[in-house]
């Protein structure tokens, strides 16, 4: 097993969230939290790099269609939820986001185009609508939430292509962390 895939697990044994998303999570308003921001949430951190590793499992255009369906969704329902009430379901969505996306690619799932960017943008609906909610707001930090979505994305992408023998495996392993966090 390579190393990146061996940290997963030490990384999701070691995370501290009670809850997708705990109320307070972002320290400021500025780029610099909205860059750290989604790093220190393990259902973003996992659901991001999980977006990226099925874009690479499933190549071609995905590895761009994929990735663009999420931050457009995320970015719109931000902006749509800041200020906006708590809905209940987005939690169970943005967990669901976490579990069905590290399952596709364990399970190797390729599903036609439009539903993977389909089922992808309600993930990112559902994430952004969370952090529009719950995020200080401004203009600065959703443009670093976006930024280090994106880098996040990425990372999910170089992983899948330099370790196209590892791609099932991480993808058990979000999986897995998703059901963790659906039992916090």
Excluded: C, N
Aim: glycine residues 16%; without cysteine.
């Amino acid at each position: 097993m390579h190393l990146p895939v061996m940290l997963v697990p030490i990384l999701l044994l070691t995370s501290a969230a009670a809850m997708a998303h705990p109320h307070g999570h972002a320290a400021g308003d500025g780029l610099v939290s909205g860059l750290v921001h989604p790093l220190l949430g393990p259902d973003h951190l996992l659901a991001m790099v999980a977006v990226g590793l099925w874009a690479a499992a499933i190549g071609g255009r995905a590895l761009w269609t994929l990735p663009a369906a999420f931050l457009a969704a995320m970015t719109v329902s931000g902006l749509l939820g800041a200020g906006g009430p708590e809905v209940a379901l987005v939690e169970h969505v943005i967990i669901a986001s976490v579990i069905v996306a590290g399952a596709a690619v364990a399970l190797a799932l390729k599903l036609p185009p439009a539903a993977a960017v389909t089922l992808v943008a309600v993930f990112g609906a559902a994430h952004g609508w969370a952090h529009g909610v719950e995020g200080p707001g401004g203009a600065a930090y959703a443009a670093g939430f976006v930024l280090a979505t994106g880098a996040l994305h990425a990372a999910g992408i170089a992983l899948g292509r330099l370790w196209p023998q590892a791609l099932r495996g991480a993808g058990a392993a979000v999986a897995l962390g998703g059901g963790a966090l659906a039992l916090m």
